[in-house]
T-cell receptor, first 111, second 114 residues
Framework: DTAVSQTPKYLVTQMGNDKSIKCEQNLGHDTMYWYKQDSKKFLKIMFS???????INETVPNRFSPKSPDKAHLNLHINSLELGDSAVYFC??????????FGQGTRLTVV | GENVEQHPSTLSVQEGDSAVIKCTYS??????FPWYKQELGKRPQLIIDIRSNVGEKKDQRIAVTLNKTAKHFSLHITETQPEDSAVYFCAASNSGGGADGLTFGKGTHLIIQP
Protein backbone atom coordinates (compact mmCIF):
# COMPACT_ATOMS: atom_id res chain seq x y z
CA ASP A 1 0.00 0.00 0.00
CA THR A 2 2.99 2.26 -0.70
CA ALA A 3 2.07 5.89 -1.43
CA VAL A 4 5.00 6.74 -3.73
CA SER A 5 6.85 3.79 -5.18
CA GLN A 6 9.80 3.78 -7.50
CA THR A 7 11.66 0.97 -9.20
CA PRO A 8 14.25 -0.30 -9.20
CA LYS A 9 15.68 0.32 -5.73
CA TYR A 10 19.22 -0.39 -6.90
CA LEU A 11 20.65 0.04 -10.38
CA VAL A 12 24.22 -0.78 -11.34
CA THR A 13 25.17 -0.14 -14.93
CA GLN A 14 28.10 0.63 -17.17
CA MET A 15 29.06 4.00 -18.56
CA GLY A 16 27.36 4.80 -21.83
CA ASN A 17 24.26 2.72 -21.14
CA ASP A 18 20.69 4.02 -21.17
CA LYS A 19 18.47 3.32 -18.17
CA SER A 20 15.04 4.21 -16.81
CA ILE A 21 13.62 4.66 -13.33
CA LYS A 22 9.88 4.38 -12.83
CA CYS A 23 7.73 6.18 -10.28
CA GLU A 24 4.08 5.83 -9.38
CA GLN A 25 1.95 7.53 -6.74
CA ASN A 26 -1.47 6.41 -5.54
CA LEU A 27 -2.24 9.55 -3.54
CA GLY A 28 -4.10 11.40 -6.26
CA HIS A 29 -1.60 14.26 -6.16
CA ASP A 30 -1.31 16.67 -9.07
CA THR A 31 2.42 17.33 -8.82
CA MET A 32 5.37 14.96 -9.07
CA TYR A 33 9.10 15.58 -8.90
CA TRP A 34 12.49 14.07 -9.38
CA TYR A 35 15.20 14.98 -6.89
CA LYS A 36 18.85 13.94 -6.95
CA GLN A 37 20.82 13.27 -3.76
CA ASP A 38 24.57 13.22 -4.29
CA SER A 39 27.28 11.52 -2.27
CA LYS A 40 27.36 14.46 0.17
CA LYS A 41 23.63 14.00 0.82
CA PHE A 42 22.69 17.24 -0.94
CA LEU A 43 19.12 17.09 -2.25
CA LYS A 44 18.40 19.06 -5.40
CA ILE A 45 15.30 19.26 -7.53
CA MET A 46 15.66 18.13 -11.13
CA PHE A 47 12.15 18.22 -12.58
CA SER A 48 8.62 19.09 -11.56
CA UNK A 49 5.46 18.00 -13.34
CA UNK A 50 1.96 19.26 -12.66
CA UNK A 51 -0.84 17.24 -14.21
CA UNK A 52 1.52 15.74 -16.78
CA UNK A 53 2.97 19.12 -17.75
CA UNK A 54 6.60 20.08 -17.14
CA UNK A 55 6.84 22.99 -14.69
CA ILE A 56 10.49 22.99 -13.68
CA ASN A 57 13.52 21.79 -15.52
CA GLU A 58 16.54 22.74 -13.47
CA THR A 59 20.02 22.79 -14.91
CA VAL A 60 20.08 19.14 -15.79
CA PRO A 61 21.91 17.65 -18.78
CA ASN A 62 19.55 16.86 -21.63
CA ARG A 63 20.59 13.23 -21.28
CA PHE A 64 17.95 13.19 -18.55
CA SER A 65 14.42 13.08 -19.90
CA PRO A 66 11.34 12.79 -17.68
CA LYS A 67 8.13 11.34 -19.05
CA SER A 68 4.69 11.55 -17.47
CA PRO A 69 2.14 9.31 -19.19
CA ASP A 70 -0.50 10.31 -16.65
CA LYS A 71 -0.55 12.30 -13.44
CA ALA A 72 0.11 9.20 -11.31
CA HIS A 73 3.36 8.31 -13.09
CA LEU A 74 6.61 10.14 -13.66
CA ASN A 75 9.47 8.16 -15.15
CA LEU A 76 13.06 9.24 -15.61
CA HIS A 77 15.10 8.11 -18.58
CA ILE A 78 18.84 8.67 -18.65
CA ASN A 79 20.90 8.33 -21.84
CA SER A 80 24.64 7.76 -22.14
CA LEU A 81 25.22 7.35 -18.42
CA GLU A 82 28.33 8.93 -16.93
CA LEU A 83 30.23 8.21 -13.71
CA GLY A 84 29.02 11.53 -12.28
CA ASP A 85 25.40 10.39 -12.59
CA SER A 86 25.93 8.02 -9.67
CA ALA A 87 23.58 9.20 -6.93
CA VAL A 88 20.31 8.39 -5.23
CA TYR A 89 17.31 9.58 -7.23
CA PHE A 90 14.10 10.29 -5.35
CA CYS A 91 10.68 10.64 -6.83
CA UNK A 92 8.18 12.69 -4.81
CA UNK A 93 4.61 13.89 -5.08
CA UNK A 94 2.66 16.77 -3.60
CA UNK A 95 -0.98 17.82 -3.37
CA UNK A 96 0.17 21.41 -4.03
CA UNK A 97 -0.32 22.28 -0.39
CA UNK A 98 3.34 21.90 0.42
CA UNK A 99 3.73 18.44 1.90
CA UNK A 100 6.00 16.36 -0.32
CA UNK A 101 5.99 12.58 -0.06
CA PHE A 102 9.13 10.84 -1.21
CA GLY A 103 9.59 7.44 -2.75
CA GLN A 104 12.15 5.05 -1.30
CA GLY A 105 14.85 6.17 -3.71
CA THR A 106 16.85 4.50 -6.47
CA ARG A 107 20.57 4.15 -5.86
CA LEU A 108 22.21 4.44 -9.26
CA THR A 109 25.82 3.32 -9.57
CA VAL A 110 27.60 3.86 -12.85
CA VAL A 111 30.77 1.82 -13.28
CA GLY B 1 16.55 31.52 -7.29
CA GLU B 2 16.19 30.51 -3.66
CA ASN B 3 19.27 29.65 -1.60
CA VAL B 4 18.99 27.88 1.77
CA GLU B 5 21.90 27.76 4.20
CA GLN B 6 21.81 25.25 7.09
CA HIS B 7 23.98 25.04 10.21
CA PRO B 8 25.59 23.15 11.77
CA SER B 9 26.53 20.37 9.38
CA THR B 10 27.07 18.01 12.33
CA LEU B 11 25.56 18.26 15.81
CA SER B 12 26.33 15.93 18.68
CA VAL B 13 24.24 16.15 21.86
CA GLN B 14 23.81 14.05 24.98
CA GLU B 15 20.65 12.00 25.20
CA GLY B 16 18.00 14.04 26.97
CA ASP B 17 19.48 17.40 25.95
CA SER B 18 18.01 19.75 23.36
CA ALA B 19 19.17 20.19 19.77
CA VAL B 20 18.76 23.27 17.60
CA ILE B 21 19.32 23.44 13.86
CA LYS B 22 19.22 26.77 12.04
CA CYS B 23 18.49 27.74 8.45
CA THR B 24 18.45 30.97 6.50
CA TYR B 25 16.83 31.61 3.14
CA SER B 26 17.37 34.27 0.51
CA UNK B 27 14.06 34.66 -1.34
CA UNK B 28 11.66 36.90 0.59
CA UNK B 29 8.80 35.40 -1.46
CA UNK B 30 9.32 32.00 0.17
CA UNK B 31 6.28 31.10 2.24
CA UNK B 32 6.58 27.44 3.15
CA PHE B 33 9.31 25.87 5.30
CA PRO B 34 9.31 22.12 5.95
CA TRP B 35 11.80 20.00 7.86
CA TYR B 36 12.67 16.48 6.79
CA LYS B 37 14.35 13.67 8.68
CA GLN B 38 16.35 11.10 6.76
CA GLU B 39 17.62 7.95 8.43
CA LEU B 40 20.48 6.04 6.87
CA GLY B 41 19.41 4.41 3.63
CA LYS B 42 15.84 5.67 3.93
CA ARG B 43 13.72 8.30 2.24
CA PRO B 44 13.37 11.87 3.62
CA GLN B 45 10.25 12.10 5.76
CA LEU B 46 8.43 15.27 6.73
CA ILE B 47 8.51 15.85 10.47
CA ILE B 48 7.13 19.38 10.78
CA ASP B 49 6.45 22.38 8.59
CA ILE B 50 5.55 26.04 8.99
CA ARG B 51 3.98 28.61 6.71
CA SER B 52 4.88 32.26 6.57
CA ASN B 53 1.75 33.44 8.38
CA VAL B 54 2.83 31.60 11.56
CA GLY B 55 5.78 32.34 13.84
CA GLU B 56 6.01 29.08 15.73
CA LYS B 57 4.64 25.56 15.55
CA LYS B 58 5.06 22.69 17.97
CA ASP B 59 4.45 18.96 17.78
CA GLN B 60 5.36 17.06 20.94
CA ARG B 61 9.16 17.23 21.28
CA ILE B 62 9.79 19.15 18.09
CA ALA B 63 9.12 22.78 17.32
CA VAL B 64 9.91 25.15 14.49
CA THR B 65 10.25 28.92 14.68
CA LEU B 66 10.22 31.36 11.78
CA ASN B 67 11.51 34.92 11.64
CA LYS B 68 10.40 36.36 8.30
CA THR B 69 12.16 39.67 8.84
CA ALA B 70 15.51 38.02 9.36
CA LYS B 71 14.69 35.23 6.87
CA HIS B 72 15.63 32.43 9.17
CA PHE B 73 13.90 29.45 10.72
CA SER B 74 14.98 26.88 13.26
CA LEU B 75 14.19 23.35 14.36
CA HIS B 76 14.17 22.59 18.07
CA ILE B 77 14.18 19.04 19.44
CA THR B 78 13.80 18.65 23.20
CA GLU B 79 14.54 15.61 25.35
CA THR B 80 16.50 13.98 22.56
CA GLN B 81 16.40 10.20 22.22
CA PRO B 82 18.65 7.75 20.34
CA GLU B 83 16.05 7.38 17.59
CA ASP B 84 16.41 11.10 16.84
CA SER B 85 19.83 10.35 15.32
CA ALA B 86 19.52 11.08 11.58
CA VAL B 87 20.21 13.72 8.95
CA TYR B 88 17.80 16.65 9.12
CA PHE B 89 17.06 18.89 6.15
CA CYS B 90 15.38 22.25 6.11
CA ALA B 91 13.74 23.47 2.91
CA ALA B 92 11.97 26.51 1.51
CA SER B 93 9.45 27.12 -1.22
CA ASN B 94 7.64 30.16 -2.59
CA SER B 95 4.57 28.39 -3.87
CA GLY B 96 3.34 26.62 -0.76
CA GLY B 97 5.60 23.72 -1.67
CA GLY B 98 3.57 22.94 -4.76
CA ALA B 99 4.67 22.77 -8.35
CA ASP B 100 7.81 24.85 -7.85
CA GLY B 101 9.31 22.24 -5.56
CA LEU B 102 11.57 22.66 -2.56
CA THR B 103 15.05 24.13 -2.18
CA PHE B 104 16.88 22.16 0.48
CA GLY B 105 19.64 23.06 2.90
CA LYS B 106 22.69 20.81 2.92
CA GLY B 107 21.58 18.83 5.93
CA THR B 108 22.60 18.42 9.58
CA HIS B 109 23.84 15.10 10.86
CA LEU B 110 22.40 14.86 14.37
CA ILE B 111 24.15 12.40 16.67
CA ILE B 112 22.59 11.53 20.02
CA GLN B 113 25.23 10.36 22.48
CA PRO B 114 23.95 7.79 25.04
Amino acid sequence: DTAVSQTPKYLVTQMGNDKSIKCEQNLGHDTMYWYKQDSKKFLKIMFSYNNKELIINETVPNRFSPKSPDKAHLNLHINSLELGDSAVYFCASSPNRGIAFFGQGTRLTVV
Amino acid sequence: GENVEQHPSTLSVQEGDSAVIKCTYSDSASNYFPWYKQELGKRPQLIIDIRSNVGEKKDQRIAVTLNKTAKHFSLHITETQPEDSAVYFCAASNSGGGADGLTFGKGTHLIIQP
